[in-house]
């Protein structure tokens, strides 16, 4: 299984950014999928997931400004970033839980502009 996330970038705050998680060598129908985040100096956390059902948990900090989805044919998984805040600045990573392993891939950085 293998993941690469893209889309990262520098944008000013108030702006937007969507980022990618190409995913291959599993079905991503049954997985839960998810972004996690590291900002500068600080533990990595969760910002979104969404379970194989479809249900979804976000992160406090984001409810309201990000989305999480997915596209299984693609098998593709995004997250929307919106009225992005210079606290969002991290490395955001993608990962995937299928029968009971956890996958990461690689992140892509987010830097966000006051």
């Known amino acids: 299984v293998q993941l690469q996330a893209s889309g990262g970038g520098l944008v000013q705050a108030g702006g937007s950014l969507r980022l990618s998680c190409s995913i291959s060598?599993?079905?991503?129908?049954?997985?839960?999928v998810a972004w996690y985040r590291q900002p500068p100096g600080t533990e990595r956390e969760l910002v979104a997931q969404q379970f194989s059902g479809g249900g979804t948990n976000y992160a406090d900090s984001v409810k309201g400004r990000f989305t999480i989805s997915r596209d299984s044919r693609k098998k593709m998984v995004y997250l929307q970033m919106n009225s992005l805040k210079p606290e969002d600045t991290a490395v955001y990573y993608c990962t995937l839980t299928n029968w009971g392993r956890d996958y990461w891939g690689k992140g892509t950085q987010v830097t966000v502009s006051s």
């Open positions: 060598g599993t079905n991503l129908r049954f997985s839960a």
